[in-house]
């Protein structure tokens, strides 16, 4: 069977590929952008593409079109896929009905920490033996690829709330059944498509609706959101993690640790402990939620642990790309205030308060553009000693006085190449740059080390 991907270089369509040919099926594609990592993914397997939304690769006669959400009425290939009656569903249906149809779905939703905790939950059964299935919106570094069809019964898919397609409007979690959901925590974002925070609450809901009774909710206890999304609805039972000692699972950090090493507990009794490179109280959090559903399958919590022991992490989350005279930069996909407080309170814990941070932020996301969520920022970049910002002409709302609580340590500038020219210069050995966007950032990294080495002669 030849199915063809419309949007196929998205990270979730991209994986759906992989998995469509690791299956059996001939598989190609169409995108307007080809990046890596999934262009250099598509292309390791063969996987044929046709540039653009033409019409004209409806002549390549697939039996079905698989069609990505960043496709919308007026597209030529849409259009024409109507008009004659061609056989499509969206990326969310094709998964449910051709991968985990059968199988013991693991899905972890939230607003953050979707990608890294669906990273460590395959690799703790991956690591059990359990050949998991996944398909996560990020390339974790135990794995080196972004999904896999797997051998094994367990599959784990990071559960985005966005919509499924132009056709199908619901949040694409909705499509996959999962016998075990993760809620990590919920916030507002997804502006463009989301008018309140109770509409995606109302989504989180339709997820609880299709977890069965003899499934397993591993919910964040802190989280007030989560709990009034509960009060909507809730038919399976629940277990918590978090701080509150109340919660089922917690942890114990050592002392002076920064989070890379903790005591797991259940019902307040010690069951394991993991000693890892990772930091910060998120990834914490992260690995009790992946704990808690790897336990529904049958892991024990110390197997677990020690299997986080060898887990190397995601790329684009605290990703070190490299140091040249004296400064380390680092890469981190995070794009939201509550994101960027998390990644900075963490690096902050980890490197002492005398050591100098630079946050350099795209203002990329939908929501993040729209400025929504513009208060938040002076309060998330606290930890910064400097905060970087990318300006552009068009962003439709006043920048500095949203950051005006930070006073002289804000630098905006118009452009990636002045961005680069003014933090080279003010960076000083011993620094530590993290560079924050959901995007490639203009190739800024490179940019900034290479300038940076240009320093060193």
Not at 7 to 14: D, E, L, N, Q, V
Not at 86 to 105: D, E, I, M, N
Not at 331 to 339: E, I, K, M, S
Not at 398 to 422: F, K, N, Q, S, T
Request: contains cysteine; glycine residues 10%; charged residues 20%.
């Amino acid at each position: 069977m030849h199915v063809h991907i419309l949007g196929i270089c998205g990270t979730f369509m991209g994986g759906i590929a992989a998995i469509a040919k690791s299956a059996g099926f001939r598989v190609t594609g169409s995108d307007l952008n080809v990046y890596p990592p999934m262009s250099t993914q598509l292309e390791a397997l063969g996987i044929d593409l046709v540039p653009g939304y033409g019409a004209e690769q409806l002549d390549l006669n697939p039996d079905m079109l698989v069609v990505g959400n960043a496709l919308s009425r007026g597209a030529p290939v849409i259009e024409a896929m109507l008009d004659r009656g061609l056989p499509f569903t969206s990326g969310p249906a094709w998964l449910a009905q051709q991968a985990l149809k059968g199988r013991h779905v693991l899905a972890v939703a939230g607003t953050h920490g979707k990608t890294t905790t669906s990273s460590m939950l395959a690799w703790i059964l991956e690591h059990e033996g359990r050949a998991p299935g996944f398909l996560i919106g990020g390339v974790a570094a135990n794995f080196a690829a972004t999904a896999r069809l797997g051998a094994g019964q367990p599959f784990v898919i990071e559960a985005d709330e966005y919509d499924t397609a132009f056709f199908d409007k619901r949040a694409k979690f909705v499509h996959y059944g999962p016998r075990t959901a993760i809620l990590n925590n919920l916030e507002y974002d997804h502006a463009d498509i989301y008018p309140d925070l109770a509409s995606i609450q109302r989504q989180f809901n339709q997820l609880l609706r299709v977890v069965p009774a003899a499934g397993r909710v591993i919910v964040n206890g802190d989280d007030e959101n989560l709990a009034a999304t509960l009060k909507l609805g809730s038919w399976t039972p629940l277990e918590s993690f978090g701080r509150s000692a109340a919660a089922h699972w917690t942890a114990r950090p050592l002392p002076d640790s920064a989070g890379r090493r903790f005591d797991v507990c259940v019902g307040g009794a010690v069951a394991g402990r993991v000693d890892w490179p990772l930091i910060g109280e998120h990834n914490v959090m992260n690995a009790l939620a992946a704990i808690a559903a790897a336990h529904h399958v049958g892991v024990a919590p110390e197997r677990a642990a020690l299997a986080l022991a060898a887990f190397r992490g995601v790329k684009r989350r605290m990703e070190s790309r490299g140091a040249a005279f004296g400064v380390t930069v680092y890469d981190d996909f995070a794009h939201h205030p509550t994101a960027i407080a998390t990644t900075l309170g963490g690096l902050r814990a980890s490197v002492g308060n005398a050591t100098r941070i630079h946050a350099v932020i795209e203002l990329r996301s939908n929501t993040m553009k729209l400025g929504v969520h513009r208060e938040l920022l002076g309060p998330a970049l606290q930890q910064a000693d400097l905060s970087w910002f990318l300006q552009p002409a068009d962003l439709g709302w006043d920048l500095p006085g949203a950051l005006a609580m930070l006073g002289d340590r804000v630098r905006p500038a118009p452009c990636v190449d002045e961005l680069v020219e003014g933090l080279a210069a003010d960076a000083r050995p011993g620094d530590v740059v993290v560079v924050m966007s959901n995007g490639a950032f203009g190739g800024l990294h490179e940019k900034l080390l290479a300038a940076l080495r240009a320093r060193e002669v």
